[in-house]
């Protein structure tokens, strides 16, 4: 059987994290300049049903998946996807996965991980899965890494568009008038998503009225931000990216480090910045007026203490 190679992008929110846990809308788009990769190919000298993962990006080097604990993310998105093919003894498989995009810092690493692994594997298996099959499988792997996941990182990256996204509805693509060029920047913190999300329903739990308001409010910029978008008007995205981050802040998941990136941001001339994801580390995300305005941003903020940063245009919508 040929080997068979499969990739799945990076994803950044643009708007909407925290409230679309509680039935607001969010926003988030691809991220193409990074990605995930698992090529799969016949396994020499294993037995059928032996499946042999490599993936050093997290950390694994040559572990037969059943000798893996069932909550290893892995191990169950190939326990899923046999499941799914109703394949419980494949031919023997060694699978090698990579990955460009940082782990922990919002950019959906987990995610990708899991769409190019399930692409992969059925592909290799010679029955690709539907797109509609592939997210099913990303979201149950992402409730090991984030434990309540909005189901908005397996989306964006399962179809690899820009999507609005209301938790438990159909998803939407979004329009985009004009190009937006956007610098992302990594804090260099781990984003511990899990504990942030679980720290955020403690707090929405003691202040139900307060909270339902931040999160009301966070669906309403979402969708000023979906209008805006479609019209192109950069500007009014970039202050609603702004206000976006201040509520953010309310609900105490940002951290000093991001904070002082999006106040570089703004000094270097963005027309708006905010923490993107989980919060208390990951990821923050500017928006440049052009490209050259994007380089003075992005060396701002490395200057500021980001340890990398990444440079992505959101084209209009075909």
């Known amino acids: 059987m040929p080997a068979f190679r499969a990739t799945a992008p990076g994803k950044i929110i643009l708007f909407g994290e925290h409230a679309v846990v509680y039935g607001q809308p969010a926003?988030?788009?691809p991220v193409p300049a990074v990605?995930?990769?698992a090529i799969a190919q016949a396994a020499l000298g294993l037995s059928a049903g032996e499946i042999l993962l490599d993936a050093p990006a997290v950390g694994l080097k040559s572990a037969l998946w059943r000798s893996l604990p069932p909550e290893d993310p892995l191990a169950r998105a190939v326990a899923l996807t046999l499941e799914a093919l109703h394949a419980p003894q494949p031919p023997a498989v060694r699978l090698k996965i990579t990955s460009t995009?940082?782990?922990a810092a919002g950019l959906g690493s987990g995610a990708a991980v899991t769409v190019a692994l399930v692409r992969a594997l059925s592909g290799f298996l010679g029955a690709p899965l539907p797109d509609a099959a592939v997210n099913a499988i990303a979201y149950e792997v992402e409730k090991i890494h984030h434990g309540t996941p909005s189901g908005i990182d397996?989306?964006?990256?399962?179809?690899?568009?820009?999507?609005?996204f209301v938790r438990g509805r159909p998803l939407q693509p979004f329009r985009v008038g004009a190009p937006l060029t956007f610098v992302i920047a990594d804090s260099g913190i781990p984003a511990p998503t899990a504990q942030a999300v679980a720290d955020v329903r403690r707090a929405a739990e003691a202040d139900p009225e307060g909270y339902a308001a931040l999160f009301a409010t966070v669906g309403e910029i979402a969708n000023h931000a979906r209008d805006a978008l479609a019209r192109g008007d950069a500007r009014r995205v970039g202050t609603l990216m702004s206000e976006n981050h201040a509520l953010l802040q309310k609900m105490e998941v940002s951290c000093r480090t991001l904070d002082t990136l999006v106040?570089?941001?703004?000094e270097a001339g963005a027309w708006g910045a905010k923490l993107s994801g989980g919060g208390r580390g990951g990821n923050m995300l500017a928006l440049a007026a052009n490209a050259e305005a994007a380089e003075a941003i992005a060396v701002a903020l490395q200057r500021a203490g980001a340890v990398r940063t990444i440079i992505t245009t959101l084209q209009p919508s075909p």
């Open 27 to 29: 926003l988030a788009v």
């Open 35 to 37: 990605q995930a990769q």
């Open 101 to 103: 995009i940082p782990v």
């Open 154 to 164: 397996n989306t964006v990256v399962t179809y690899a568009r820009p999507v609005y």
């Open 263 to 266: 106040q570089a941001a703004h």
